[in-house]
T-cell receptor, first 113, second 113 residues
Framework: GDSVTQMEGPVTLSEEAFLTINCTYT??????LFWYVQYPGEGLQLLLK?????DKGSNKGFEATYRKETTSFHLEKGSVQVSDSAVYFC????????????FGTGTKLQVIP | DGGITQSPKYLFRKEGQNVTLSCEQN?????MYWYRQDPGQGLRLIYY???????QKGDIAEGYSVSREKKESFPLTVTSAQKNPTAFYLC????????????FGQGTRLTVV
């Protein structure tokens, strides 16, 4: 079945450091791929998405490229800020006829000044 | 403003009691979902509904019940049969069809005392 594997956290970085959070997936066909962000005590918000191979999603300085050959969708940001501290989830919508989303386990990011 | 609203934000329950968590959306979404979030385990699907008066079990439905009498509302009841109900519960909604993004509520933190 569909699955998402995300790098383990927590990740602690200094402000302005480079961020990479790895995500690989297993799926039937070529689904869209999502990154969601969860700030402390809140629900999830869509951060970015890519709908087909080689697409690059971007938002708020974050980027992720849909790599079909490596089945990956790694999240990157060139210079993190304290306000980026949150939990990040890689997600994969199902290949079935309904919108069921498989989430990774989440990666907690802490950015220190 | 369109959105999805969960209430209450915090809920305390005595052992042996049933409690109902509210979820309302005004986004005109057909599909609604309930997820449970535990530390280090990501999100797990409890129930989902694609249309009014219809719903299906997710991966961890035991000890929970739902109803979908209106398009806007998808309440979740945590019954006394749920052995470990303390968790953060997230409601989401989306348009039907593949590869569409889900919108999340702010969550309800349930604690059994």
């Amino acid at each position: 079945g569909d699955s998402v594997t995300q790098m383990e956290g927590p990740v602690t970085l200094s402000e302005e450091a480079f961020l990479t959070i790895n995500c690989t997936y297993t799926a039937t066909g070529y689904p869209s791929l999502f990154w969601y962000v969860q700030y402390p005590g809140e629900g999830l918000q869509l951060l970015l998405k890519a709908t087909k191979a080689d697409d690059k999603g971007s938002n708020k300085g974050f980027e992720a490229t849909y790599r079909k050959e490596t089945t990956s969708f790694h999240l990157e940001k060139g210079s993190v800020q304290v306000s980026d501290s949150a939990v990040y989830f890689c997600a994969l919508p199902s290949s079935g006829g309904y919108q069921k989303v498989t989430f990774g386990t989440g990666t907690k990011l802490q950015v220190i000044p | 403003d369109g959105g999805i609203t969960q209430s209450p934000k915090y809920l305390f329950r005595k052992e042996g009691q049933n409690v109902t968590l509210s979820c309302e959306q005004n986004l005109n979404h057909d599909a609604m979902y309930w997820y449970r979030q535990d530390p280090g385990q990501g999100l797990r699907l409890i129930y989902y509904s694609q249309i009014v008066n219809d719903f299906q079990k997710g991966d961890i439905a035991e000890g929970y019940s739902v109803s979908r009498e209106k398009k806007e509302s998808f309440p979740l009841t945590v019954t006394s049969a749920q052995k470990n109900p303390t968790a953060f519960y997230l409601c989401a909604s989306s348009f039907s069809g593949q590869n569409t993004e889900a919108f999340f509520g702010q969550g309800t933190r349930l604690t059994v005392v």
